[in-house]
């Protein structure tokens, strides 16, 4: 079984805060993303990667960046932690373009800035 | 811009009820339509759907595409409180590897 795991499933932090959220997948797949998820705007996606060293901008990146330096993990980071970025991320893995779409999804974390 | 829209937003049903999720979409170069499920965490994979007219069925859920009219639907008959859930509908769009997702449709099913 495909398996996406996050470093928390709840975090709450204060606002200038520097935050990291951690993704890692088991299944040596190429491509990961990073989405948040609110109420009425769906998942909208932050930033993705396709390779290790390799991210692109999703369709909205603004106050967020990325990382990642080995294939299985992909971090997402908070340079100054705002309360409009209070909301629950998401994480996927998926295998490389061509083959087939299906995202597979980590459970989630809820984050709340104060 | 490409664009996923999903109806009803959300909708309460009793058990045993039959309901109808619609996806529409308009995006370029289109390739696949696929639908997920979300309880309380993760999404879960539901279908995915390529072809024109041809049903893919998993038990008492049942979707189809429509590549003329840019719609999806997803059955579900005999719904069960099991069944309430977030249902996503999404689409790959732009490199191959992104999908635009809709905005879910909030299905609660009660006793």
């Known amino acids: 079984d495909v398996k996406v795991t996050q470093s928390s499933r709840y975090l709450v932090k204060r606002t200038g805060e520097k935050v990291f959220l951690e993704c890692v997948q088991d299944?040596?797949?190429?491509?990961m993303f990073w989405y948040r998820q609110d109420p009425g705007l769906g998942l909208r996606l932050i930033y993705f990667?396709?390779?290790?060293?390799?991210?692109e901008k999703g369709d909205i990146p603004e106050g967020y960046s990325v990382s990642r330096e080995k294939k299985e993990r992909f971090s997402l980071i908070l340079e100054s932690a705002s309360t409009n970025q209070t909301s629950m991320y998401l994480c996927?893995?998926?295998?490389?373009?061509?083959?087939?779409?299906?995202?597979?999804f980590g459970p989630g974390t809820r984050l709340t800035v104060l | 811009e490409d664009k996923v829209v999903q109806s009803p937003l959300s909708l309460v049903v009793h058990e045993g009820d039959t309901v109808t999720l619609n996806c529409s979409y308009e995006?370029?170069?289109?390739?696949?339509l696929l639908w997920y499920k979300q309880e309380k965490k993760a999404p879960t994979f539901l279908f995915m759907l390529t072809s024109s007219g041809i049903e893919k069925k998993s038990g008492r859920l049942s979707s189809i595409l429509d590549k003329k009219e840019l719609f999806s639907i997803l059955n579900i008959t005999a719904t069960q409180t099991g069944d309430s859930a977030v249902y996503l509908c999404a689409v790959p769009t732009g490199t191959a590897s992104k999908l635009t997702f809709g905005t879910g449709t909030r299905l609660q099913v009660t006793l």
């Open positions: 995006v370029t170069n289109f390739r696949s």
């Open positions: 990667s396709y390779d290790v060293k390799m991210k």
């Open positions: 996927a893995s998926s295998p490389p373009a061509g083959h087939y779409n299906e995202q597979f």
């Open positions: 299944m040596d797949h190429e491509n």
